[in-house]
Nanobody
């Protein structure tokens, strides 16, 4: 019964920056690990990064590492994905999701947002 809503997507030039937000309806938001995933047309949904329940630990895919940063504010029931120096290949629909534990396996995520489109141009 957790509802997630992403926002902040849009058009961004390569080398710029963009911050995505995901607001959760859960009153126990702090009990969930949160992940970000993305899906481009014709591609499988792939892992971007995750953050544990406390916000003390993060884990990123190789493609996101060093460029993207995940953070969370449990008091505001919000998780963020800051995209620094995005590339055209980062173009996709980005989804946030909630899981009972910290993992990169999308099968473990119980709740998903509707997604927000990010388009990166050169």
């Amino acid at each position: 019964q957790v509802q997630l809503a992403e926002s902040g997507g849009g058009l961004v030039q390569a080398g710029g920056s963009l911050r995505l937000s995901c607001v959760a309806s859960a009153r126990t938001f702090s009990s969930y690990a949160m992940g970000w995933f993305r899906q481009a047309p014709g591609k499988e949904r792939g892992f971007v990064g995750a953050i544990d329940w406390s916000g003390g630990s993060t884990y990123y895919s190789d493609s996101a590492k060093g460029r993207f940063t995940i953070s969370r504010d449990n008091d505001r029931n919000t998780v963020y994905l800051h995209m620094n120096s995005p590339k055209p290949e980062d173009t996709a629909v980005y989804y946030c999701a909630a899981a009972p534990f910290y993992t990169d396996d999308l099968r473990a995520y119980d709740y998903w947002g509707q997604g927000t489109q990010v388009t990166v141009f050169s």
